[in-house]
Structure formats: C-alpha cells, structure tokens
C-alpha cells in the first residue's frame, strides 16, 4: 500500500510540534536539576527527551524527509552517549541542547522530501560536540561526532526508508509508536458505559458524581472520562463514560446508573475495549476529553469553525420552529419537533465538546519562552504553572496565546527585579512567576502573578495627568484606574523600548483582545511586592449561556460568565441610602445601575412596573443591575460586530448581536463593562 | 403507613415550603429542626423514614449532621437541600453519606422525584 504524504503531511507537523514541546519541557527539567546529572528527575527527563527525539526521527523517516530524519538520527546518537557516559551538564550544554531542539524545529517546518540538511542542523551537532568535550565526555564526542559523519549512519537512515514501504519495519529507526505511550484509562477489563444527562439535570456535576458511587456499588469503577474531578464541577449537563469492572449484567448496571437520577440515555458496551479493537480506528473512541485523546484526534480546524457556524444556525432555526409549532393541535408534529429540538441540542453540545482542549496546549509553549528571555535579561525566573488540563475553546485558546505571552514577558522584562536588586530588597534571588487556569462557574480564569517589583502607581499617575487621562486633581489610582491608564493605546512608562515588550503590543491590546472575546481583565498589584494579571473567559465563544433580560421594549443578551445569581426587586433587597437605591446582599451594599439608564432609554418605568436585579460580577467587584423583567435563560450564538464599527456604534457597552428564538435582534451586553 | 420525614432548615419559611410539598405528596412531617445539632438529636429520637437537609445551618452544618446521622445509623436516608452554586459542598454531602439533593428554589416535582429515588 502506497503511503500518500500529502495526507498526513500536516499530521505529522502537529504530532511533532508535540515532540518538540516535550524536547523542551524535558531539557528545562535537566536544566533545573543540573548539577545533579545522577538524579531520578533527570534521567527520566533525558529518556524523555531521548524517546521524542526517536519518534520524530521514525515520523519523518516515514514522510520521506531524510536531512530530518538523519539529523534526528545523529542527534539521538549524541543523546545516548551522553546518557550513556555522563557528560556533565554544563551551561554550555544546556544552550547547546536547547539550539539542536531550535534546529529541530526549524528543520520540521522546512521539512519536504527534497529539503537539504539546513545549516542550522549542521551547526547544532558541531556546537553539542564541541559543548560535550568541553565537558569532559571525551569519548562520548569522538564517538558521536564519527556517527555523524560516517556514511554508515546515512545509509542506515535511507536504508530504512525504503522498507518503510514494506509492511513490516525491523529497523528501530522507524518503529512509529516508539514515542511515550500513555495509558489510556479505557484501555482495560470491565464494562464501559456511557452516559447522558437530560437537559434539564440540576448541578450536573453532582448528580455524574453521584452515577459514580451508584456504579462504585456494584463493581469498581475503574476509570471515568472527563476524569471525575472534572466531571464533578461541570455546569453544563454532560456525556461521560465509565470502565467498571463487575459482575453485574447489563440490565442492572443501567439500573444502578439511573437510580442516580437525571439520566437520559444509558449505553453498556458489555464487550468493552476489546469489541472497540476489532472495529478498527473508524469506531469512535470514547468522549475525547483526557489530553491523551485529544492528541490523538487531529481535526482541521476551519472544519470545526464550519460546523460551529451552522450548528448555530441549527440552533436559531430550532427556537423559531419550536415557537412557531408550539400550541399545535398534531400530536405527532409536537412529537417530531421535540424530538429534533433535542437532537439540536446533542449535535450542539458534541460540537462544543470537540472544540475543548487542555490550557497546556498553548501553556506548554511558555516555560521555554520564559527561560530564554529571563536568560536574555539576567534574570533568575521559576516560572511555575497551574491547571495546564482545564478546557477551553480551541479558538479562543488560541487567541489567547499572544496576550498571554505579552503579559509573561511583560512580567519578566518590567515586573521582576535581576538577582541583586533582589536580594538587596531581601527577596529571594529567583523571581516567581505563575501561570494558573482555573475553572469558575460558565468561565475560565487565567492568572499571570509575578512576585516582582510591582506596578509604580505614582509614575502612571504622573504620566496619565501629562496625557489628560485623568483630571490634574485625582491624587491616587485604584487597581481598576491603573488598568485603565495602562490599557489606554500607547501609554508606557517605560522610557526605552527594550527587544522584549513594550514594541507596540501593550496592556491595551491585552485588554482589547480580551474583551472582544467576551472576557474581562483585572489587575492586582502592589509595590515591592508584584502584580497579577486575572483574565476572565467565557469557555467558548460561539454560543454561550445568557440570561435574557427586557428594559423598555428592547431584549438584551447577559452572558452568565459574568453573572452571579438574580434577585426580586423588593423591600428584602433594596434600601435608600442617601436617596440613592442601594442593594443590600446578605451583609453586602451594591451599588446598583439600572439597565434602562445604562442604553439610555427614553421614558420612565410606571411606578407600579416590575423590576429584576441581576448580580454582576468580576472577581471581587459586584454591582446590581435593574432589568424589568428577566426573560429566562438561553444558549444564543454569538455574532461579533465588524471590529472597525463595533467600536464606534457599541460604546463599548456590546460584544455582538444575537437572534432569539422569535427571530427579534437582541445586543449582548459587555457586563464586565459595567464593574 | 405514611413515610415519615424530619425537615432540617434555619429558615422557617423552607421549613414550611418544603413541609408542605411532602405533606400533600402524602408524607408524615413528624419533625421539624433548626440547627444541625438539633438535627441529629431529632433524628435519634424520631428515627425518621427521611430526612431533609440544609447544607448552611448554624450550630453544625448539614454536612456534619449527615456525617453524625449516617455515623449513628448507616440506613439513613437524607435528601441534601442545596442552593446554586453549592456544587462542591453537595459532593462533600454525599461523600459524608446523603443520598440524594435538590437544588433551590424547589420544584415539587423535582423534590418529589429525588424523594423517590432515596426512598426507592
């Protein structure tokens, strides 16, 4: 069977970008313990980076891209004699490693069967033969730098690439699974089954948990997916399976699993894992969530664009169809549109489903990143991170990953002080600096906390008095203000333009960039002792959870990331403080703004009308907002406006437009806008 | 013969919703507590066919009072009473042995429905 490459051309480059980024991720780890070449960490780091290296080489061997191939080659041979003979880990072998892995890199991006070994191949191997000897692993050098040069290791590399056409590869050169193996969870004894929530499932989360124990019962449960912690803080009703190993048959195990409460449909697969084998890859594996699977499936992602798109269509035409029947006298038209309206509903949440992947696919990128612009400053950065499997939007993720690293390099090259002002300050002598993901309620919180110096509020002022951004009479600037001022387009503080940050991306376009993705930002920071940066996402961007709120005889779109909980106005809630109407949550004073007021509507609500309030928040700021009447609660497909008018028309007060089920227009508010 | 229920919640106004919900839906209220710690003394005495329970409660939490009441007698039967946004301590209620939950406000037929499924 002839192998097509164009097919798995870009297969190949995502699976290797993956490589790379365990290449990197494991050098940073021997980096980190050097000095201890013998310890636990870094041998298995040094595998690590050993088997990536390995896997590569048999992937690009089997595309037909030979200098990448053979460059893998004699680089994997360079790795084993230092494994092999303990060089020590010296600097110079370190930045020497870390530019064969750049040049890996490169060589995989230029890659084409016809692709010469580039110069910076070349380069690499000389400079780690050289960093090796300097190290005292004499031999290890003369023996890998004749590997590299022998034609003995060129003709095995092509050697194996002609039997990659054959069946059967004896060669370890192109093993293709040679690669870290992780175990799959499902890969075991047992039942799997798999579970869907009804729609209407209160605390889903809970209630999985809940199937869980039921299921813990009657055998084990030997693995859950979406792993149970996960699971368990889901707000949305779900799909999720469980490999349980019982005696039970398949009538009880349904049974146990309804008893749970808030099932709607229950499929046992008695056969399990082996059944799936036999079926080949065309059988769908089981709901993709763990990282593991998600690097397994590779799907184009304008495909999933596409499909987010019409699905959303899908679910515009749903509600229109479902109001327009609804008081239908034919039975069996009700029967049909609600049968669809819930098919929508699965197709919908599938396709979101699909589009979720772990932080750590953009977050794995960062520690390499840190590590050479703290080397390129001076500077001693752990750089620690947090949540890396939290899921979110594959787009957004990826819109987010420029911001990201803008406010990463913003941290090191402005926020952390070099090892003597440090130390001078009484401070450790290596900076921190975190990134976390969080999962809160409908959103994902990503944080950036260094422990540097801290954002000079005096200086912002001064400078924002000079720029008119705030009245020559405002003496100090809340952690709110300093946002604002530092968001505004073009402000700095710093005087000279350094090869970091400060070249144009600034807190602005952060800022903007999150906003227009339906999140907010907020900055904590304090002097001498650092700052945070808090962004706050929806976890996807297409379609969204919103509550549907009226003022006047205009509906508005309140996306719940932002959303604490809703309250009746009334004499419980509200008091007059100064004859101002305040709203008084538990021990709490909110302030509150009525929603007519915030669009500007004309006319005055009738004394007797009623009115709703609708918690706001962001992080620790809340605020109450007046609606007239809440009008439930609804997924609605977000339409972002031309980014050009959008500015001009929506004050900032909007994110886009949506259509209700009616087919009326109605804007979705910037709640966060309003904190 | 009715089940009989103890309904457990610092607010009376609950109480009163909640106990009337069962009682329509023909249960025995046979007693009502304010407190956690009332509501393990109450259940010792009246070992009821089902218990209610409010996670937040002054003097002992819900949580505690499953803890204390599944601890004294493992046949418990006790449906967690849960405001939004309570996921995690709901779990944790379970784990300390509550059998079900329902989430405020309450729907009749949602009360009615996990009552089912822990009586069941």
Known sequence: MALDASRYAELFRSESQDQLQTINRALLTIESARGDASSAATAAAVAEVFRAVHTVKGMSATMGYQAVAEYAHELESLLDRMRGEGAAVTMPVMDALFAAADAL????????????????????????????????????????????????????ASGALHRVSGAVAAEPLVEADSGPTVVDPFDGPGVIIRIRQSATTTLPGVRAFIVTQKLAAIGEVAAVSPPLEQLQAAEAPQGFAVRLVTGADAAAIE????????????????LGRARKRAAGPADEPIAETTSARVRQVKIDLSRLDTMMNLVGELVIARGRLVQLTAGSPDPALDESVTQMAHLVGELQREITASRMVPVGQVFDRFPRMVRDAAR?????????VEGRDIELDRSLLDEMAEPLVHLLRNAIDHGLEGPAERTAEGKPAAGTLFLSATRERSAVVIRVQDDGRGINRARVLERARVSGLVDAGVRDLDDADLLRCLAHPGFSTKDSVTGLSGRGVGVDAVVNKVRSLGGSVELHTALGAGSSFTLRLPLTVAIVRALLARAGGEHYALPLTHVRETLEWGPDSVRQVNGTDVLVLRDEVLPLVDLRDV????????????REIVVVERGERRTGLVVDELLGQDEIVVKQFDAARGEATAAGLFTGATILADGAPALIMDLASLL | MAHTVLICDDAIFMRTMVGDILQQAGFDVVGEAETGRDAVEKYKQLRP????????????????????????????????????????LVVEAIQAGAKDFVVKP???????????????
């Not at chain 1, 380069?123 to 022998?150: I, K, P, Q, Y």
């Not at chain 2, 309450?106 to 499924?117: C, I, K, T």
């Open chain 1, 599 to 610: 669009v500007q509507l004309r006319g005055v609500r009738a004394a007797n009308a009623t």
């Open chain 2, 106 to 120: 309450f729907q009749p037929s949602r009360v009615l429905e996990a009552v089912q499924r822990v009586l069941g």
């Open chain 1, 105 to 156: 890199e490169h060589g995989i991006g230029e890659a084409s069967e016809a692709a010469p070994r580039t110069e910076a191949m070349t380069n690499a191997l000389h400079r780690l033969s050289g960093a090796f000897r300097a190290a005292g692993g004499e031999n290890a050098v003369s023996d890998a730098a004749r590997t590299g040069v022998t034609p003995g290791a060129a003709h095995r």
């Open chain 1, 376 to 384: 390129g400053l001076g500077k001693d950065v752990r750089f620690e």
């Open chain 2, 49 to 88: 066919d089902l218990v209610t329970m409010d996670i937040v409660m002054p003097d002992m939490g819900g949580i505690d009072a499953v803890r204390e009441i599944t601890s004294f007698d493992p046949g418990a039967k006790v449906l967690m009473c849960s405001a939004m946004g309570q996921q995690a």
């Open chain 1, 255 to 270: 049974a146990a699993v309804r008893s749970a409460g808030d099932v709607d449909t229950v499929h046992v697969d008695m």
